[in-house]
């Protein structure tokens, strides 16, 4: 038996978009045990509620994650607004969704970037991110912020979108669907995209839901896991179906997010078609009593914000349970027995969102 | 591939020259905070409510001041102003290597109309 090592991966790696830091126990090339620990980028943010009006909070909610923010403001909202007994105009739901799945579909094409430059493969890189600054345009332009839209407040949304917003959607979205197919294609088919991801980082069905893996990670190992299945806000009128692939490898990931991408697509066509008119925000007074266990769907899977008051205008606890903390196990799984030169690609395609995690 | 390469050829670079040209902006692009002091009654309800604690009001001075680095132009305090004297602007802010503290101080006499604007950019 040869003599085993350790080698530390990260905080600074080059594929590592934010700070984790895995220790590597190796026998020759080959990962025996992954050690991961975090702790890099812990802000605080949670004991913040205790602080801010909890109104004001929204603002700081969405900033929990530099991606997702759209659904960390909404879950967080939704959670409130479980509390206070607020029924919040349907127009508003639906737009949250909209706003929601162009969320998506910019993290998954960041993803898909990101994800290719691990691989090696700057130009698909490079695409990838192009079809993103098409998505990133039409959030600037609906709610004013590229990245963080700061369009949630409790009781609804800040801003509506009028008919000819909605018909210049329409027409935007065959374009997109035609960049999609072609990066799903590439991704499918290309030699060195199944080079270094087919096979690799296996999650067995089993394992997945022993481990509890959420979002992607559980659905390319076979299992139907979707917050948004549930019928939160607006989606119990929306016809979705989530992406599943069975294989359990990198590669079965990777497609269930380019698969996402076309759900999105079709999730918005579809509430475009059934928004109703009306009001998208109501007032709200006096404060919260109570508690509340939101769960929506974020890009990287299952969310959690579960929120305390007790009458007063600052929350008694704010509790976040994200998706990258449940993908953990599963990842320290899939890193045993794998080749070193594999762990960024298998460190990936959990996609990790450190910022999230530790808050 | 050729047909992507000849492309590209004809288009150009699918990026801009940011901060030589200047970055697309919307007609509701949130850039950066401004504030109409003439107006502003110094209540400080902006400072309140501000998520980044980026604006200090002083009442006896007359003064409000945000300290851009921390501003995360959220648009919370513009929702609270009772004077709407506070307003987003679509132009995103230069790039400056420390952080700028921005001073407005508000006319001396609350009753009269024609009060003075000073700006003072304080580099830290």
New interface residues.
């Given amino acids: 038996m040869s003599k085993q090592i350790i080698v530390p991966f990260g905080p600074q790696h080059p594929v590592l978009p934010e700070p984790i830091h895995l220790d590597l126990v190796l026998e020759d090339e080959r990962v025996v045990e992954a050690i991961p620990s975090i702790g890099y980028v812990h802000r605080g943010l949670e004991k913040l509620v205790e602080k ?2 909890y109104k ?2 929204v ?2 909610s969405e ?1 929990i994650c530099g991606i997702c923010s759209f659904i960390h403001g909404a879950t967080y909202c939704q959670a409130v607004e479980q509390v206070m007994g607020l029924e919040i105009p349907r127009r508003a739901e639906f737009l949250r969704a909209i706003w929601s799945e162009y969320s998506r579909m910019h993290s998954h094409l960041l993803w898909l970037g990101c994800f290719a430059d691990a691989m090696g493969y700057e130009n698909l890189f490079m695409n990838c991110w ?1 079809v993103r ?1 098409k998505i990133l ?1 039409v959030l ?6 590229r990245v ?1 839209q ?1 369009v949630n407040r409790v009781g609804g949304v ?2 509506d979108m009028d008919a000819a917003e909605f018909r210049r959607i329409e027409t935007e979205i065959p374009g997109l669907r035609a960049d999609y197919t072609e990066l799903t294609r590439i991704f499918d088919e290309d030699l060195t995209v199944q080079t270094r991801t087919k096979g690799v980082g296996m999650l067995s069905k089993d394992m997945a839901w022993e481990l509890g893996a959420v979002g992607p990670v559980i659905r390319g190992s076979g299992h139907a896991v979707d917050a948004r299945m549930t019928g939160y806000g607006a989606y119990d009128e929306l016809d979705f179906k989530p992406v599943v692939r069975t294989e359990g490898d990198c590669h079965a990931r990777c497609l269930v997010r380019a698969g996402e991408l076309f759900t999105s697509l079709d999730l918005i066509e579809n509430a475009i078609d059934r928004i109703p008119k009306g009001d998208i925000l109501i007032p709200v007074k006096g404060n919260p009593s109570g508690e509340y266990y939101a769960q929506t769907e974020q890009p990287r899977g299952e969310v959690i914000h579960y929120v305390k008051a007790n009458g007063k205008k600052n929350l008694v606890r704010h509790r976040v349970r994200t998706p990258t903390l449940a993908n953990v196990p599963p990842l320290v799984h899939m890193l045993a027995g794998c080749e070193l030169a594999d762990v960024p690609v298998i460190v990936l395609t959990i996609d990790p969102c450190i910022g999230c995690m530790e808050r | 591939m050729a047909l992507t390469v000849l492309k590209n050829l004809v288009k150009g670079p699918a990026t801009i020259r940011y901060p030589y040209q200047p970055a697309k902006v919307t007609p509701v692009t949130r850039g950066h905070l401004v504030v109409n002091i003439n107006n502003c009654i110094f209540c400080g309800l902006c400072r309140a409510h501000c998520p980044a604690d980026a604006i200090e009001v002083s009442k006896p001075d007359r003064t409000w001041k945000l300290h851009q680095f921390q501003c995360v132009i959220c648009g919370c305090c513009v929702s609270y102003c009772p004077k709407d004297c506070l307003s987003i602007e679509q132009t995103y802010l230069p790039p400056s290597p420390a952080a700028t503290i921005v001073t407005v101080t508000g006319p001396d006499e609350p009753e009269k109309n024609e009060g003075q604007e000073e700006g003072i950019n304080k580099k830290l």
């Fill in positions: 801010r009006d004001d909070y603002f700081i900033r192009k600054e345009d600037e332009r609906t709610t004013g912020g963080i700061g800040s801003r």
